[in-house]
């Protein structure tokens, strides 16, 4: 093991990567040369612990805890997983889909897929699937057994000469300081009691049995998952043979042609959770253990709907999409009998393009065109706000980044909104620029800072549509915005 700066200089690098800072990482960061020489000789002597932990509440996609490590312990996770993953990889099956390199849902999906057409033979025979999950995973994970199985992959890695045996006592009591942490007896809560009690009492930590039970909401305990969920990955493939099998953390699916394999599969599958992890399968919504289903029907899984040779997205995931729609509908959209005000401030931008890249970078993984028709007839306001193309991401209209000149951006905002009337800020005048065809709405653009290439930077701040014209006049096909 590297035990000079280096490594956690990177993890440090690894840790706030893509992540908004907190005000725990921006006391790190104050002194971060000191933070991370203090972590390096916590872990060379053996005396790094979990610090406290901030339990919030998520409702997407559903309810639960998450227990959010302190900077400093994430800093250490992206130290220590890195070189447990280059020891667990080479035993992990391929078609173990979560929390990998070069793996994720999309390909999960993907995969799935490929195996729906080679079990049917391309529809030339009927098949089934099985899709099974464990019930209240994290919560249920036994941390002997996840600890034994963590040491049973040093030990044989440091008889192999792997690793040095330096390394080899420096990942084991990291290991035991992580497995043994109990983040629900040294936590801080946030949010209302009311909150809280929206987490049904056997999937909150606290209630877990005397053993069990990780954190959801850091990379260790995702690592972990799948070192646990190892175990059953070898048994279906090696004791069960089964040759249409894939993983995605705790949910997992089988294909076969015939559903009397499957349902053999499924009660010994049943007697190796309960006996091996102690861990049991969930239920469906009916209360029943989940039956073999065929494939004509579909399988509902990582959020769409999968078919031998089509998707669509799931529409659970539609029905949030419209519920954040809405809610951001009812924050930035004022209407009054002169017309309707769209009101882009900062905030409004940030959360909108944050919500249209992630919901229609899901969307464009299946097929979603009509999707996006339907919604674009109940919110034609995102016409004035995106650019939608068939299989891309949706582009924003409001400001570019491109722009070398004044002149540049005039164009730009007119090539965006066609047939409106804008009012372009430069300096302390506000300039007006009338289209050739009647306006069909004003476009207001003020200054909001500066471009690398030194000219002001201009977005759109304000949209106004008259009520004579607010009956959809950005609608294709009516000369409006494509």
Not at 208 to 224: D, E, M, T, Y
Not at 435 to 447: D, L, N, S
Request: charged content about 20%.
């Amino acid at each position: 093991m590297d035990t000079t700066l280096k490594p956690f200089y990177v993890a440090w690098q690894k840790a706030k990567r893509h992540k908004k800072p907190s005000m725990n990482q921006l006391a790190f960061e104050a002194d971060w040369l000191e933070g991370l020489f203090d972590i390096r000789e916590q872990v060379i002597n053996h005396r790094w612990q979990p610090r406290r932990t901030v339990c919030f509440i998520t409702t997407q996609p559903k309810t639960r805890e998450i227990h959010a490590p302190d900077f400093a312990d994430r800093v250490v996770h992206h130290y220590l997983v890195p070189q447990l993953q280059a020891l667990f990889e080479p035993i992990f099956i391929h078609d173990s889909f979560a929390n990998r390199n070069g793996k994720g849902s999309h390909q999960a999906v993907s995969r799935l897929q490929q195996f729906m057409r080679q079990v049917t033979h391309s529809h030339a025979k009927p098949a089934c699937y099985l899709q099974l999950d464990i019930h209240n995973f994290f919560n249920s994970l036994d941390r002997r057994v996840l600890y034994q199985q963590l040491c049973h992959r040093l030990d044989k890695d440091l008889a192999k000469h792997k690793i040095t045996r330096r390394t080899y006592f420096d990942l084991k009591c990291l290991c035991h300081a992580l497995v043994n942490q109990k983040p629900a007896e040294n936590t801080i809560y946030r949010g209302t009691v009311l909150e809280h009690a929206l987490v049904p009492p056997h999937k909150q930590l606290n209630n877990a049995r005397p053993g069990c039970g990780i954190a959801v909401g850091n990379l260790s305990s995702q690592f972990f998952a799948n070192v646990y969920m190892n175990a059953v990955d070898q048994w279906v493939k090696h004791t069960l043979k089964a040759k249409y099998y894939l993983r995605y953390v705790d949910d997992f699916v089988l294909l076969h042609e015939n559903p009397a394999q499957l349902l053999a599969w499924r009660q010994q599958l049943e007697v190796f959770l309960h006996q091996q992890l102690g861990l049991r399968l969930k239920n469906n919504a009916q209360g029943q253990i989940p039956q073999p289903q065929p494939l004509g029907n579909g399988c509902d899984f990582l959020g769409y709907v999968i078919f031998p040779h089509h998707r669509v997205v799931r529409r659970r995931v539609i029905a949030h999409c419209r519920e954040k729609l809405r809610k951001w509908q009812l924050c930035a959209i004022r209407t009054t009998a002169q017309g309707l005000t769209l009101r882009l401030n900062a905030a409004n931008k940030q959360v909108i393009q944050g919500l249209i890249a992630s919901y229609w970078g899901h969307f464009r993984h299946a097929c979603h065109w009509r999707l996006t028709v339907k919604m674009l007839k109940e919110f034609c306001w995102l016409r004035l706000l995106f650019h939608f193309k068939v299989g891309e991401t949706p582009i924003k209209r409001w400001s570019w980044k491109a722009a070398r000149y004044f002149n540049e951006q005039v164009q730009f905002f007119q090539q965006q909104y066609p047939g409106c009337q804008l009012l372009i800020q430069k300096g302390f005048e506000q300039l007006s620029f009338m289209p050739k065809e009647p306006v069909k709405a004003v476009v207001t653009i003020q200054e909001t800072g500066f471009l690398r290439s030194g000219i002001k930077r201009r977005e759109v701040t304000e949209i106004f549509i008259p009520s004579l014209l607010m009956s959809n006049p950005f609608a294709p096909g009516q000369g409006g915005l494509s």
